[in-house]
């Protein structure tokens, strides 16, 4: 004697089809891992058109275009839901959660912004709202996160969150592209959306970068309150410059927690070391970097985006569910949801990179020098090449130790003050700890 699981999903685009076809062609599989007897059936899927030609052949009577044929269904245990975006997804998980369903998402901003409202309504309702799929794509990270690493104190996550950005990034370092040059490249291949802009201005990964820090600092973090900066301004030359100080240019996603429990969560692009691991992740690969108290580092790697790395994670927790295996510490989290202390931007500190134009005449050193000084900020390197960009200027790259974001931008706008600085390329941050 078995019991037979219903499943509804809502969204059939490339990730919802890959599902719905191993829900079908692979039933038995997927129904013999989920234990306890249990058998799953695919019920209903909603679609925007029932007409729409489909690479995977859905039998057509599994297809809906009313979401309450699959959210108002009592035979419908499991919702799956694939759609992306804040609305009508949003609605469709707390109808889902209000009727009694179990709900899987990978929906990275829904979850950001109103994981915190739908998880209380899950534990409410005793049901479970798993989002394995909205960071990382295949990477196991969530589970990991909360129940692997549950001994831990953690006290900084480093990630590489969005495939787009890095498979950009990687062109651009390795094959000397320009950003728009790399951008199209991305497109064609599938890898960037027609409107990339979530992804390459870094909203993508503050998604979920605040998913990953509402879990492991249990604090609610919205992604609003999130420092973020995307990949637009980044120049071969930034790249050329960075290989020759040693390091690799990555959209990073940061968070940390220092010794008073302040946080700061931030996405921008950063100068990491070439040699670490993060330099290593190419092409639409994702990484993140845990550390723990006891653990000390820890990273998880591979496929961030992709129908089926997507997919792999959507039937793991689809599997967790029916074994019953529920995340308990769902309930802890949701209990400890705090206001976060957050740290402002201005106080936050680190290594920066400049690249500067100056006119080429004496004392340009020693006005950059005098305005840094006075701001508390040390220089720790300086490159001017032999070439001249344009006649009688020079091109200045400069890093230094650690300083304040406030005192950076106060030094810039004194730059920019000085006739003989002609312009201010690039600042990068930079992340060597
Ligand atoms: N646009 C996302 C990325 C897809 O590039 O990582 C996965 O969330």
Known sequence: MYSEIKVGI???????????????ERNEYHSAKSGNNSHLSLKKILVKSLNKERSYKVPTELLTENENDILNDPDISIIIEVIGGEEPARTYIEKSLNAGKNVITANKEVIAKHGKELKKIAVNADKQLLFEASVGGGIPIIQPLINDLAA???TAIRAIINGTTNYILTKMSQENMDFTEALDEAKSLGYAEADPTNDIEGIDAAYKISILASLAFGVDVKPENIYVEGITKLTSKDFRYAKELGYEIKLLAIARKDFSGNLQIKVHPALVDKESELASISGPDNAIEFTGDLVGHVTFSGPGAGPNPTTSAILSDLILITRGNFPSSYKINNDLLATPVLLPMESVECRYYLLLTTIDQPGV???IGTIFKKNGISISAVIQKDTQVSKGTAELVITTHTATENSIQVAINEFKGIDLIDSIKSIIRIEDN
Do not use: C, R, Y
């Not at 809502?10 to 079908?24: D, F, M, N, P």
């Open 10 to 24: 809502l969204g059939l685009g490339t990730v919802g089809s890959k599902v719905a076809e191993e829900l079908i």
């Open 152 to 154: 831990n104190d953690i």
């Open 365 to 367: 050193l020693a006005k």
